[in-house]
T-cell receptor
C-alpha cells in the first residue's frame, strides 16, 4: 500500500517568508508526528496528533512554528517568518495509535 | 528528560566484518527501544525494536538486546555487506499527551562497508 507522502520534496525560500509543508499519512493511521533533522540538532520531535485529541506541541522550537491536521488525515506544518536556522529536513511519520512509526521521505527546506 | 547516546561515526568496515554500534539511553519509566536505518537518498526505516528488558530485536541479520541493567541497546551484525552502508539511528519512545510515543533519537552513526 501507499506509504507516508510529503510535499514538496524540496523547498527553497528567502529569509522572512512563510512556508507550508504537507504530509499525507498512511490511510487509517490515527497518529501523526512531525520531526526535524538538522546538522546541528540531529533528529528532533516537533509535534504529535492523535485523532481528535489536543496535539502535543512540546517540541515546537518557537511560536513561528504551527501545525494542523484536518479531518484526522492530512497535516500541514507552517513556519512563519523563516530564519536560516530553520533549514533542515522535515520528516512526517504516522502510526496506528501508539504503534510503529512509518516515516515519509521528508521535505528539505533551505532558507537563504 | 530522555536522551540517547550512540557512538560517533563514521564507521568503515570491510565486507563480512563484525559490526557493533553502541547505544546507551537515559529515560524515565520503561521505554521501547528502536534502531532505524536511513539508506542513501531514502527515508527512515524501522530496522528492529525491543519493548521490554531482555527482549532481543532482530531483522536482516541485525540484532540488539534491551539491557536494562546497563541501559544499553547495542546493534550487532555478524557479517556486514556493502548494501548495509547507511546511517543508523538508535531511538527510544517516550509518552506524548494523548497516548502517543514520540521518539528521542541518537545522533546517528554512518556505516560504510567496503569490498
Amino acid at each position: 500500500g501507499a506509504g507516508v507522502s510529503q510535499s514538496p520534496s524540496n523547498k527553497v525560500t528567502e529569509k522572512g517568508k512563510d512556508v507550508e509543508l504537507r504530509c499525507d499519512p498512511i490511510s487509517g493511521h490515527t497518529a501523526l508526528y512531525w520531526y526535524r533533522q538538522s546538522l546541528g540538532q540531529g533528529l528532533e520531535f516537533l509535534i504529535y496528533f492523535q485523532g481528535n485529541s489536543a496535539p502535543d506541541k512540546s517540541g515546537l522550537p518557537s511560536d513561528r512554528f504551527s501545525a494542523e491536521r484536518t479531518g484526522g488525515s492530512v497535516s500541514t506544518l507552517t513556519i512563519q517568518r523563516t530564519q536560516q536556522e530553520d533549514s533542515a529536513v522535515y520528516l512526517c511519520a504516522s502510526s496506528l495509535l501508539a504503534g510503529d512509526q512509518y516515516f515519509g521521505p521528508g521535505t528539505r527546506l533551505t532558507v537563504l | 528528560g530522555n536522551s540517547v547516546t550512540q557512538m560517533e561515526g563514521p564507521v568503515t568496515l570491510s565486507e563480512e566484518a563484525f559490526l557493533t554500534i553502541n547505544c546507551t539511553y537515559t529515560a524515565t519509566g520503561y521505554p521501547s527501544l528502536f534502531w532505524y536505518v536511513q539508506y542513501p537518498g531514502e527515508g527512515l526505516q524501522l530496522l528492529l525494536k525491543a519493548t521490554k528488558a531482555d527482549d532481543k530485536g532482530s531483522n536482516k541479520g541485525f540484532e540488539a538486546t534491551y539491557r536494562k541493567e546497563t541501559t544499553s541497546f547495542h546493534l550487532e551484525k555478524g557479517s556486514v555487506q556493502v548494501s548495509d552502508s547507511a546511517v543508523y539511528f538508535c531511538a527510544l519512545s517516550g509518552h506524548s499527551t494523548g497516548g502517543g510515543n514520540k521518539l528521542t533519537f541518537g545522533t546517528g552513526t554512518q556505516l560504510k562497508v567496503e569490498l
